[in-house]
């Protein structure tokens, strides 16, 4: 089955990305298809390479780039979300004049028309938030 | 046109206090250039969206109530509102924003988008989506 899947939530504020994570990680190991995960509202500060969790702690953005580099899945943060919250590409720098970026490895920032491609390209969509 | 999905878009929460509400609206209106077939269901708290007379001066951020009359002009005009959450907050359809569109099929008359219905009816609407978007 071909899934899409939403993230609502930030990382450690919410168990909404490390659920959606660890969904992904089970539907591959099933033999499933992730089409793409879609960061929105606050589930676009998963996309930050800036983090710095505690060291017994998971890097929940780390693993989102290691699953992405291992399994090649498309992990899209919403551009109008991140714009709000500061989660920056090297394009969105240029283009809104920032002094730096900080979007992590395997994250590309796009616009919520990834989103709705994602519900018509997939079996099933499935949301993780509050 | 068997590419057309039902997508329903359930809205839960509250206006303010929380963006959801506001970004909800953002994917409606940026989906609605897709051409599926779209519907948004207001239920729980998710009903104070669409009252009408909001103002937000006091809250010092905008105020994006105005943007759901416009939901009708983007071919989006299946509104269903639940009952239940209504009557739990002391709300009749009265207290709602007159939601409408043109129907190009009846000669463009203006017909009401919202429709209340039964938690019960609810229930039969979202089994019948392909794509359920819940925010």
């Given at each position: 089955?071909?899934?899409?899947?939403?993230?609502?939530?930030?990382?450690?504020?919410?168990?909404?990305?490390?659920?959606?994570?660890?969904?992904?990680?089970?539907?591959?190991?099933?033999?499933?298809?992730?089409?793409?995960?879609?960061?929105?509202?606050?589930?676009v500060n998963n996309g930050t390479r800036l983090t710095t969790p505690p060291q017994d702690d998971i890097n929940i953005v780390q693993s989102w780039s290691e699953l992405a580099e291992k399994h090649n899945i498309?992990?899209?943060?919403?551009?109008?979300?991140?714009?709000?919250r500061g989660i920056v590409d090297e394009g969105e720098?240029?283009?809104?004049?920032?002094?730096?970026?900080?979007i992590a490895p395997g994250f590309r920032i796009s616009g919520l028309g990834q989103l709705i491609e994602a519900g018509i390209q997939c079996d099933r969509l499935v949301v993780f938030g509050d | 046109m068997s590419d057309v999905k039902k997508f329903m878009y359930v809205n839960r929460k509250a206006p303010y206090g929380t963006i959801y509400a506001w970004e909800a609206l953002e994917v409606v209106l940026i989906g609605a250039a897709f051409e599926q077939d779209v519907s948004l269901a207001f239920v729980d708290d998710g009903v104070?969206?669409?009252?009408?007379?909001?103002?937000?001066?006091?809250?010092?951020?905008?105020?994006?109530?105005?943007?759901?009359?416009?939901l009708g002009d983007y071919d989006v005009n299946k509104i269903y509102v639940e009952k239940e959450s209504l009557d739990a907050r002391g709300l009749t359809i009265d207290d709602l924003m007159p939601l409408?569109?043109?129907?190009?099929?009846?000669?463009?008359?203006?017909?009401?988008?919202?429709?209340?219905?039964?938690?019960?009816?609810?229930?039969?609407?979202?089994?019948q989506q392909d794509v359920v978007l819940s925010f």
């Amino acid at each position: 089955m071909k899934f899409g899947i939403q993230v609502n939530e930030g990382p450690y504020t919410h168990e909404a990305s490390v659920s959606a994570l660890n969904f992904v990680k089970a539907a591959l190991d099933a033999g499933h298809e992730i089409f793409r995960v879609f960061f929105y509202h606050d589930g676009v500060n998963n996309g930050t390479r800036l983090t710095t969790p505690p060291q017994d702690d998971i890097n929940i953005v780390q693993s989102w780039s290691e699953l992405a580099e291992k399994h090649n899945i498309d992990l899209v943060v919403c551009v109008a979300a991140a714009q709000r919250r500061g989660i920056v590409d090297e394009g969105e720098q240029e283009r809104n004049g920032k002094d730096a970026n900080n979007i992590a490895p395997g994250f590309r920032i796009s616009g919520l028309g990834q989103l709705i491609e994602a519900g018509i390209q997939c079996d099933r969509l499935v949301v993780f938030g509050d | 046109m068997s590419d057309v999905k039902k997508f329903m878009y359930v809205n839960r929460k509250a206006p303010y206090g929380t963006i959801y509400a506001w970004e909800a609206l953002e994917v409606v209106l940026i989906g609605a250039a897709f051409e599926q077939d779209v519907s948004l269901a207001f239920v729980d708290d998710g009903v104070f969206q669409l009252v009408k007379g909001q103002d937000t001066t006091e809250l010092g951020i905008k105020n994006f109530s105005p943007t759901y009359s416009a939901l009708g002009d983007y071919d989006v005009n299946k509104i269903y509102v639940e009952k239940e959450s209504l009557d739990a907050r002391g709300l009749t359809i009265d207290d709602l924003m007159p939601l409408t569109y043109e129907d190009e099929d009846d000669d463009w008359a203006e017909k009401d988008s919202i429709r209340v219905v039964t938690a019960a009816e609810m229930a039969e609407i979202l089994e019948q989506q392909d794509v359920v978007l819940s925010f």
